[in-house]
């Protein structure tokens, strides 16, 4: 086999728990054992695959931003309240909700193979340093929960409190009546 064929990344990935164990005997640290094993996973990527990463992260993050707008907009909208503080109406936010929302479906779908190798690159590494890879992402993901319920109730609060404005009502009353509302 030719040494300069670059190495897959799939076969760098199998390889990778190797490579960790020949750098501990180097007595080399995690932090530079990671930072080494991160700087090989991204060489063994594409720079489509690279852009596409910062693509979906940003197209992530547009779709939380949006939902969380769609959701005020539907809440006020409910309410009876049809002024809104953004220059564009709820419609036009659906509307780029769901072609975000596409999206980010078609990068996932396409490109699921890099996304796959990504978590398996995770797996190994922490694994092959004595981290727990599970706990570490259940962690990760009751942390992005917490996160989300409390974005829900700032969105809850901020709408209990323009009712309460505008129809001059106590906010105690208005937040009960936001919170019917979304159980309704």
């Known amino acids: ?11 760098w990935i199998k390889n990778l728990k190797a490579q960790i164990v020949n750098l501990r005997l180097l ?10 094993t991160n700087k090989e996973f991204t ?10 990463q910062k693509i979906f992260m ?10 969380v707008h769609i959701s005020y907009a539907i809440l006020m909208w409910e309410m009876n309240i049809y002024e809104f503080s ?7 936010s659906m ?11 078609g990068v996932f779908a396409f490109w699921f193979s890099f996304f796959v190798d990504w978590l ?23 942390i992005l929960t917490f996160i989300g319920f409390i974005i829900f109730m700032i969105m809850i609060f901020v709408v209990g409190w323009r009712i309460s404005e505008i129809y001059q009502i106590p906010l105690g009353r208005s937040l009960f009546d936001t919170f019917m509302e979304i159980i309704d």
């Open 120 to 142: 398996k690159y995770y797996k190994i590494i922490n694994d092959a340093l004595d981290e727990h890879f599970y706990l570490k992402l259940s962690k990760a993901l009751l």
């Open 95 to 105: 509307l780029i909700f769901a072609s975000i929302s596409i999206l980010l479906l």
């Open 27 to 36: 007595d080399k640290n995690d932090k530079e054992i990671k930072k080494q």
């Open 86 to 92: 953004t220059s564009f109406s709820p419609y036009i």
């Open 58 to 67: 940003v197209l992530l993050l547009a779709f939380v931003l949006f939902g």
């Open 1 to 11: 086999m030719n040494e300069t064929m670059k190495e897959s990344r799939k076969d």
């Open 43 to 52: 060489q063994h990527c594409t720079f489509i695959e690279l852009c596409v």
